[in-house]
Nanobody
Framework: QVQLVESGGGLVQPGGSLRLSCAAS????????MGWYRQAPGKQRELVAN???????NYADSVKGRFTISRDNAKNTVYLQMNSLKPEDTAVYYC?????????????????WGQGTLVTVSL
């Protein structure tokens, strides 16, 4: 019913920058929070940053001052600008969204995940 498609991952040197994008599509009535999580090898998935429909943002301490999350509500798209990347930022980054979908029986709330995009920070 709802899909999240991520793009923008890749290989970058330490100190470099990348911009991730995530576009939501489907029977969307509205989207509440959108965010990015990441999972490094052998570690649990963790929140990187999220942004609610009103624009308030929340960041993990490890990325504050380096990453910026933003969204384009008209395009149902969330972005993550990542600057001053470090090797420890290497992970699969997953987009997440809380979505109200329109069904014949009414509105239904879904938590949706993207397929993930790999970010590798290395020389």
């Amino acid at each position: 019913q709802v899909q999240l498609v991520e793009s923008g991952g890749g290989l970058v040197q330490p100190g470099g920058s990348l911009r991730l994008s995530c576009a939501a599509s489907g029977s969307i009535f509205s989207i509440n929070a959108m965010g990015w999580y990441r999972q490094a090898p052998g570690k649990q998935r963790e929140l990187v940053a999220n942004i609610i429909s009103g624009g308030n943002t929340n960041y993990a301490d490890s990325v504050k001052g380096r990453f910026t999350i933003s969204r384009d509500n008209a395009k149902n798209t969330v972005y993550l600008q990542m600057n001053s990347l470090k090797p420890e930022d290497t992970a699969v980054y997953y987009c997440n969204a809380g979505v109200l979908v329109a069904q014949t029986s009414g509105l239904r709330y879904l938590e949706v995940w993207g397929q993930g995009t790999l970010v590798t920070v290395s020389l």
